[in-house]
Nanobody, 125 residues
Framework: VQLQASGGGLVQAGGSLRLSCAVS????????VGWFRQAPGKERIFVAA????????VYEDSVKGRFTISRDNAKNTVYLQMNSLNAEDTAIYYC???????????????????WGRGTLVTVSS
């Protein structure tokens, strides 16, 4: 299974970006896909996830109401729509895939088996 993240870039505070995570090797519906981010000098943290089969979503508190994770089964791709961006959202964003993750574990990167290269998001203030 391979994941490829794209869509990062430079955006002004208050703006929007949409990240994509293309999945190959398995159908996206059979994989829980999570987005994580790592800001400069900080640890990587959970952002959002969409669970396999059920499509239920989970968000980290600081992005609730601003970010939306979704899945396009036909394109085998997961998206992260990011609105109302601020400087604290500046980070490298990674998508990851895993299977049979229980709801309480989707925020733990140790549960994910497959990782894509990150895409850089820079928010200017």
């Amino acid at each position: 299974v391979q994941l490829q993240a794209s869509g990062g870039g430079l955006v002004q505070a208050g703006g929007s970006l949409r990240l994509s995570c293309a999945v190959s090797g398995r159908t996206v519906r059979s994989v829980t896909v999570g987005w994580f981010r790592q800001a400069p000098g900080k640890e990587r943290i959970f952002v959002a996830a969409i669970r396999e089969s059920s499509s239920s979503t989970v968000y980290e508190d600081s992005v609730k109401g601003r970010f939306t994770i979704s899945r396009d089964n036909a394109k085998n791709t997961v998206y992260l729509q990011m609105n109302s961006l601020n400087a604290e959202d500046t980070a490298i964003y990674y998508c990851a895939g895993g299977s049979r993750l229980i709801l309480s574990s989707v925020g733990n990167e140790n549960g994910y088996d497959y990782w894509g290269r990150g895409t850089l998001v820079t928010v200017s203030s």
